[in-house]
């Protein structure tokens, strides 16, 4: 079980947007146009200007029911 940061397509973008170099944080995408991001970036000190923003956002397991499905190829 792991947990994830989930966000919308419009949060995913901002923390794109916010990261230097922009690869260094890239949320995944689920299916309904959610994105996750595992929690591990909230202990590590290079992602520190991002924390703020993550930690205001909602937190799921990944053996929740509720958890997006991943996009069907």
Same mark, same amino acid.
């Given at each position: @079980?792991? /947990?994830?940061?989930? @966000?919308?397509?419009?949060?995913?973008?901002?923390?794109?947007?916010?990261?230097? &170099?922009?690869?260094?944080?890239?949320?995944?995408?689920?299916?309904?146009? /959610?994105?996750?991001?595992?929690?591990? /970036?909230?202990?590590? &000190?290079?992602?520190?200007?991002?924390?703020?923003?993550?930690?205001?956002?909602?937190?799921?397991?990944?053996?929740?029911?509720?958890? &997006? &499905?991943?996009?069907?190829?």
């Amino acid at each position: @079980m792991s /947990v994830f940061i989930i @966000m919308t397509t419009t949060q995913a973008d901002e923390v794109r947007g916010l990261t230097t &170099p922009p690869a260094a944080l890239d949320p995944v995408e689920r299916q309904g146009g /959610v994105f996750i991001l595992g929690v591990a /970036v909230l202990a590590d &000190p290079a992602h520190a200007i991002h924390h703020a923003l993550l930690l205001s956002l909602p937190q799921l397991d990944s053996a929740d029911s509720a958890f &997006p &499905p991943e996009i069907q190829a």
